[in-house]
């Protein structure tokens, strides 16, 4: 008999395998990806102009590929567009913007290793965010959008701490759930919290 580590297969999510989830103040989240024994967590993100997130700091490094529109941190001098990459390093501080005289929604992918660390105006951490209190979130925001708990995202070795067995063999697995637009609804995802006073308020 020979056994394969499920690292070692090729598991795969279509478009319409995740639901995009209306995350509150314009800001719109699929998770694609969560490892919680690595640290790494692989989201996209779409950003309605005027956006601007809290300043947080990472404790991994983070890649990210710009699928459309354009944005760009308050900290350094260059902008992000469709078909931009960059990468970070750990301990990078910034403030993500997107501009409000966007003309179309930002959407960008990111690949994050460790936390994200949200700071108050004085430097000091406010809160904590985590590939699987994101996925958590995202899975509860899904459910309260009117979507089917979604089964497509592809979780690690180990999966999240709360994962159960079954969630992570269908987590392997394809899924063709079909999935229809966002419900829009506000409710808080501490990984993409904005600034206050950027974006609607939540009930």
Not at 78 to 93: K, L, Q
Not at 168 to 187: E, I
Request: contains cysteine.
């Amino acid at each position: 008999m020979t056994t394969v580590d499920v690292d070692d297969v090729v598991r795969h999510a279509g478009e319409d395998d995740l639901p995009w989830v209306d995350a509150t103040g314009g800001i719109w989240l699929k998770v694609l990806r969560v490892d919680a024994a690595s640290g790494i967590w692989v989201v996209r993100n779409r950003f309605e102009p005027g956006v601007r997130l809290q300043t947080h700091r990472h404790t991994g490094p983070v890649d990210g590929y710009t699928i459309s529109g354009r944005w760009h941190y308050l900290e350094y001098d260059f902008t992000n567009r469709a078909g931009s990459y960059f990468r970070e390093p750990a301990g990078s501080v910034h403030t993500l913007d997107v501009p409000a005289d966007n003309t179309e929604v930002t959407e960008v992918l990111f690949v994050m290793e460790g936390v994200n660390l949200n700071l108050a105006a004085d430097g000091t951490v406010e809160s904590v965010t985590d590939g699987t209190g994101t996925l958590a979130a995202y899975e509860a925001l899904a459910l309260a959008q009117g979507f089917d708990r979604p089964t497509g995202v592809i979780l690690g070795l180990g999966g999240s701490p709360g994962a159960r067995d079954d969630d992570r063999a269908r987590s392997r697995r394809p899924h063709r759930t079909p999935v229809g637009p966002g419900v829009l609804c506000r409710g808080p995802v501490p990984a993409l919290r904005p600034v206050p006073g950027r974006g609607p308020p939540c009930p």
